[in-house]
């Protein structure tokens, strides 16, 4: 039996840092918008590269065995050099690689990730074989697990996701949900099949305001809480973070501290809450969890390198506080 099994993707990432790239603002009907710019019909020197894994499920199975946890990956690869390279990263965390699927037709999922100016990250995405995971391609004997983990899936994986969503729900499984802007921009509808049997959803407030309108903090949980999650969580960078389990709402004001690079931040969050929940049932403790895992993920380079250990989270807890309360009333 797996405490968690989480499902989603899993690349290669690729740091590449150089000195020429500059931010540029531009502002029209949407708004003011940075880009980042390179001076074209130039060769561009990389000053720096970084080879790493990464995506939603294998930086997330890596935060939960960090923290002790029993865990199992579900991702689509290819079935050569890159493939090996991600299994053999699980393995060495004592993840369970048996439910990845790797195909000979298949190409594994590959990133590239731009300069981090302002300490935002510039990613350049190939999806690979991340959207072509079919449901009966999973070994269903083996999904003895207490937990679900989504992170974001598209095309033929979403539906797999639905479909692991209705097994969940006939075996008594829990599901925690962490969307992204893709699958927000779809709105409530296409994601109801998932969220009508998530327990824990967690997302920043760009996405709230995507899948259920704009609105406070208070408005947003409320509305999300009415798809069916038991327990929603609104991060919003340094502003904060409010959680909801549809009596109270709780909210937490993270660490002013040095970021350099984000990458990974939000899989650190959203698996370590999951984490603090299943080890204490208390979203005060998830929160304080959570957030001591993110910090530690943006104040160093990659989605990985920074993950802490039980231990070393609850020292980091219990030697630098957080501002917690309980609001208000949902």
Not at 26 to 37: K, N, P, V, Y
Not at 88 to 117: N, P
Not at 260 to 272: L, Q, W
Request: aromatic share 8%.
């Amino acid at each position: 039996m797996y405490d968690v099994i989480t499902v989603g993707s899993a690349t290669v990432d690729v740091f590449a840092k150089t000195k020429v790239s500059e931010l540029i603002k531009i502002t029209d009907s949407r708004g003011e918008t940075e880009l980042l710019a390179y001076p074209t019909g130039s060769k561009i020197l990389i000053g720096e590269l970084e080879f790493t894994t990464g995506g939603g499920a294998t930086n997330t199975a890596v935060a939960l065995a960090r923290l002790g946890h029993k865990v199992a990956c579900i991702s689509k690869m290819g079935a050569r050099g890159n493939a090996e390279k991600i299994l053999r990263a699980l393995k060495r965390e004592k993840i369970d690689t048996s439910l990845a699927v790797c195909s000979k037709k298949g190409r594994t999922g590959y990133s590239i990730i731009l300069d981090s100016l302002k300490h935002d990250r510039t990613i350049l995405a190939f999806k690979g074989s991340n959207n072509e995971l079919k449901f009966s391609e999973i070994n269903k004997r083996k999904l003895k697990t207490k937990w679900f983990y989504f992170s974001t899936m598209m095309e033929e994986s979403f539906k797999t996701l639905e479909k692991l969503s209705e097994f969940a729900e006939k075996n008594k499984i829990k599901i925690a949900f962490n969307t992204s802007e893709y699958l927000a921009k779809k709105g409530p509808k296409f994601l109801k099949n998932i969220l009508s049997r998530t327990t824990l959803f967690v997302l920043n407030k760009e996405e709230a305001g995507l899948i259920v309108g704009k609105g406070n903090e208070r408005e947003l949980l409320k509305k999300l809480h009415n798809l069916g999650p038991k327990i929603v969580v609104i991060t919003d960078g340094k502003h904060g973070v409010h959680a909801s389990n549809g009596k109270g709402i709780y909210f937490l004001q993270p660490h002013k501290v040095k970021v350099v690079e984000t990458t990974g931040a939000g899989d650190a969050f959203a698996s370590s809450f999951l984490s603090g929940l299943i080890k204490k049932n208390d979203i005060k403790f998830a929160l304080k969890l959570a957030s001591a895992n993110a910090e530690s993920v943006i104040s160093h380079h990659g989605a990985k390198n920074k993950l802490l250990t039980y231990k070393e989270a609850l020292a980091d807890v219990r030697e630098n506080p957080t501002k917690l309360r309980k609001t208000y009333k949902l």
